[in-house]
Structure formats: structure tokens, C-alpha cells
């Protein structure tokens, strides 16, 4: 069974997201709460993912899906310290996402 243009553009954004921010398809599953396998169906036989596993997929890597269907129109609003600062977030650990965020919070207070 062929895909077209559109279903490309998917699994495409999704490869091309992961590899900005260094994540393998097993740790888009972790991130996501998708299972592994069925990450490796899509990604290698061309599974098209559901609207909710699209979802999974932006809420883990942090985009709305507006983003991930306009590429990160809004991305162009950032500075270029905000965009770093975004892109190592995104590379981060659960626990150093939290830990990251509490340090700013303390940060912030101290101004």
C-alpha cells in the first residue's frame, strides 16, 4: 500500500524532529508512552500514525501540533539564547526537565 504526499510529511516531521534533538525511536517511545514497537512499524514499514499518537509525539518533544504541522512557525519569534535554551531543554531527562525548571524558578525569584 502506497501514502501520499501528506502521510510522507508525517513520518518525515517525526524523523526530522528526533534528529534535532538527538533522540532515537526508543527514546521518542519513553518520552511519548507510545510502545516501542509499534514507533519501529511506523518509522520502518510506514505506518501512519493516528491523530493520537501525532499527539503523544508533540506533547513529549514539547510542540503543539500546529507547530508540527507548520514547522515551528512560532520558532521564529525566539531569540537565538531562547532557541538554545529550548533545544538542550528538549534533550534533557525527565528528572533534569524538572530539576532545570526549579532552577529557574529560583532564578527568577532572585531578581
Known amino acids: 500500500m502506497g501514502y501520499t504526499m501528506e502521510e510522507d510529511f508525517v513520518l518525515e516531521r517525526i524523523k526530522q524532529l528526533c534528529a534535532e534533538r538527538g533522540w532515537s525511536n526508543y527514546r521518542l517511545a ?3 508512552g507510545i510502545p516501542h514497537s509499534t514507533l519501529h512499524n511506523m518509522m520502518n514499514r510506514c ?11 508533540c506533547d513529549a518533544m514539547g510542540i503543539t501540533m500546529a507547530e508540527f504541522f507548520n514547522g515551528n512557525e512560532e520558532e521564529n519569534s525566539l531569540t537565538k539564547d531562547q532557541k538554545d535554551v529550548l533545544m538542550i531543554y528538549t534533550k ?12 529557574l524558578n529560583v532564578l527568577d525569584r532572585r531578581i
Open 92 to 103: 534533557l531527562s525527565p528528572e533534569k526537565k524538572k530539576a532545570a525548571i526549579e532552577i
Open 47 to 57: 505506518t501512519i500514525p493516528s491523530f493520537v499518537s501525532v499527539k503523544k509525539i
Open 30 to 32: 519513553v518520552e511519548s
